[in-house]
T-cell receptor, first 115, second 110 residues
Framework: SQTIHQWPATLVQPVGSPLSLECTVEGTSNPNLYWYRQAAGRGLQLLFYSVGIGQISSEVPQNLSASRPQDRQFILSSKKLLLSDSGFYLC??????????????FGPGTRLTVL | EDQVTQSPEALRLQEGESSSLNCSYTVSGLRGLFWYRQDPGKGPEFLFTLYSAGEEKEKERLKATLTKKESFLHITAPKPEDSATYLCAVGSSNTGKLIFGQGTTLQVKP
């Protein structure tokens, strides 16, 4: 069966510090991978998605970036965090070649607080 | 514009009191309608996918139905452990992405 991991589970960072969140998927090959942000009381906002190693599409202009160095690894980064970057970050995967409009499975999430 | 609206925003039920959650949508090319359950501080957990009007799926006390413009998540005789936020999403064949609603937060009191 497939499993998706995210770490860290919680993170408190000062404004202006760098960020690295990691997501890995087990039990599947060549998945589509996604980063979402969920603000308190709001829906899920798609940030990035990837259909393969080194292939990243950005949905929202911001100071965040994503990378996919391995088939089942997805990393969300920032060089300098802003207060507005606080939120709950979720990684998800879906089976290729079904694409992003098909069933997505989510990880446990990372709670980021920027102070 | 692709859009998903869920109602109500919050719902309080007594244990055993059945009710329904609504998900209205507009999408250019429905690829599927998805229901997720999200517990506080956790990632969404997949419940159902519905693909065509008239389709129904059940899991324990939950039953999801789909029409051309909306979906309902019926909860029969709910228990306190059914308390969670329920998210609805539609897949757009035009954009190849999921569009999520804001969710309905359900509280079931014993």
């Amino acid at each position: 069966s497939q499993t998706i991991h995210q770490w860290p589970a919680t993170l408190v960072q000062p404004v202006g510090s760098p960020l690295s969140l990691e997501c890995t998927v087990e039990g599947t090959s060549n998945p589509n991978l996604y980063w979402y942000r969920q603000a308190a009381g709001r829906g899920l906002q798609l940030l990035f998605y990837s259909v393969g190693i080194g292939q990243i599409s950005s949905e929202v202009p911001q100071n965040l970036s994503a990378s996919r160095p391995q088939d089942r690894q997805f990393i969300l980064s920032s060089k300098k965090l802003l207060l507005s970057d606080s939120g709950f970050y979720l990684c998800a995967w879906s089976a290729a070649p079904s694409g992003g409009a098909d069933t997505q499975y989510f990880g446990p999430g990372t709670r980021l607080t920027v102070l | 514009e692709d859009q998903v609206t869920q109602s109500p925003e919050a719902l309080r039920l007594q244990e055993g009191e059945s009710s329904s959650l609504n998900c209205s949508y507009t999408v250019s090319g429905l690829r599927g309608l998805f229901w997720y359950r999200q517990d506080p501080g956790k990632g969404p957990e997949f419940l159902f996918t519905l693909y065509s009007a008239g389709e129904e799926k059940e899991k324990e006390r939950l039953k999801a139905t789909l029409t051309k413009k909306e979906s309902f998540l019926h909860i029969t005789a709910p228990k306190p452990e059914d308390s969670a936020t329920y998210l609805c999403a539609v897949g757009s064949s035009n954009t190849g992405k999921l569009i999520f609603g804001q969710g309905t937060t359900l509280q079931v009191k014993p």
